[in-house]
């Protein structure tokens, strides 16, 4: 189901909030961790999630003045991304954020692309994922452009068929799974059989660097 999108200032203010208080937040321990995953299972009121993380608090204001989404998904899928962040240090991800102080801007601009990229993800797994690949960001494993680059493709992927990228090493066949993996850039052709008694042929494929570094990140 289609969102409609929150006017650019929302964004913008959300964007910010969500680095500020929730990947620079001091109080992302594991008893916070504990309130987010009780949210995520229902068993626990939004006051108290949004206690623990205070960007609840500024989205709750958003749909106020009209914010149009579906906030507890959304929420969801928030606190799923942020608790990809749990096991960096609080100095680090402070530090991180912090950094992006100097370049107003671009601090914007991560933000806004954090909110849309939530907003499109379909399931709380890919919110995870997404959690891992910002991660990775965020302690210098990927840059800003790849970063972009692998959240662009988790947000277009059919999530079960990233699990063929852990064969990395191997030259499998084409079935369903490997041609929308290759159509995605993670995967390759990389020669041809010689065809069987009825002239059929078989593609064979591997993972692309692309789906190497992607497999690394997130598995």
Known sequence: MEHSLPADNLKENLGLSLLDDGVAATNLTDATV???EA???GLTAMGDVMEAFPVFGTLVKLIRTGFSIHDRLFMQKMATFLLELKNVSVDERYRFVRDMDGDPAFKKKVGAKLILLLDRVDDLEKASVLGKLFRAYLVGRADYVLFGRLASIVDRA????LAQLQRRDDEVSGDDAVIALESLGLMYQSGIDGGNFMGESDHKYRVSDLGKQLVTLIF
Do not use: I, Q, R
């Open 39 to 41: 949210f995520l299972d």
């Open 158 to 161: 059919y999530l079960p068929d």
């Open 34 to 36: 504990d309130t987010a």
